[in-house]
Every structure is written in structure tokens, then in C-alpha cells.
């Protein structure tokens, strides 16, 4: 199983940017697929997870209405969309897959109940 993060970058306060998670050898319609964060100093945060199922969502409450979250089955692919961007942003985002099938509510924001993970990508955001 291979997960691989895409689409950091530098970003000046009030930008957006699109994260790419690319997924391969797993049966991507079987997973939840996580995004996470860990700023300077920072525990890793959970953000936003989807069910490939079914594309049920769920968000962190601190960033709920500046992130979304979504897929595309046909790619493998679960994209984290974020708005203005400000330098509290700044962090390295990791994604992660947690096999699904047979879980019940709504995916996950526990970094402990995800089983692979990508190596990241850095958001710098300046202000």
C-alpha cells in the first residue's frame, strides 16, 4: 500500500491550496482516507476524513467550513481543499487509509486508528 501527498507548497496568508493524496495497492472503495497535520512543536492533528464507500465526511471542529475533503474513485485519489490560508496553517499534512468495511459512523480523525500513511508535504504560509 503506497500513499503519496502532493500539492504543498509557500502560500501567502488568505491563499488557497489543493492537497492530492494518491493511493495505491489497496481497494480504494474499501478504505477511509484521512488527512492530518503536525505544525512546529504540534501533535499530529486529524483535519478531515472521508469513507471511499460511500463519501461520508467528517471534519475537525477548528476547521470545519475552511476545509473539504473529497475523492475521486476513479484515480484513487482524496483530494483536501483549503481556504485562506493563514500561518497557524503551517505544518507538514500527512494522509492516511484505515480499512472501512465493517465500521460503523462516521470515518475517523484518531491518527492511532489509521494504518498507513504518506510521507507528507509541507504548507508554508506566510503572512
Known amino acids: 500500500v503506497q500513499l503519496v501527498e502532493s500539492g504543498g507548497g509557500l502560500v501567502q496568508a488568505g491563499g488557497s491550496l489543493r492537497l492530492s493524496c494518491a493511493t495505491s495497492?489497496?481497494?480504494?472503495?474499501?478504505?477511509?482516507i484521512g488527512w492530518f497535520r503536525e505544525g512546529p512543536g504540534m501533535v499530529r492533528e486529524g483535519l478531515a476524513s472521508?469513507?471511499?464507500?460511500?463519501?461520508?465526511?467528517r471534519y475537525s471542529y477548528s476547521v470545519k467550513g475552511q476545509f473539504t475533503i473529497s475523492r475521486d474513485s476513479a484515480k484513487n485519489t482524496v483530494y483536501l481543499q483549503i481556504n485562506n490560508l493563514t500561518p497557524e496553517d503551517t505544518a507538514v499534512y500527512y494522509c492516511?487509509?484505515?480499512?472501512?468495511?465493517?465500521?460503523?459512523?462516521?470515518?475517523?480523525?484518531?491518527?492511532?486508528?489509521?494504518?498507513?500513511w504518506g510521507r507528507g508535504t509541507q504548507v508554508t504560509v506566510s503572512s
Open positions: 492516511a487509509a484505515r480499512f472501512a468495511i465493517g465500521t460503523r459512523g462516521m470515518p475517523s480523525l484518531e491518527p492511532h486508528e489509521y494504518t498507513y
Open positions: 495497492g489497496l481497494i480504494f472503495d474499501e478504505y477511509a
Open positions: 472521508i469513507l471511499s464507500t460511500d463519501g461520508s465526511t
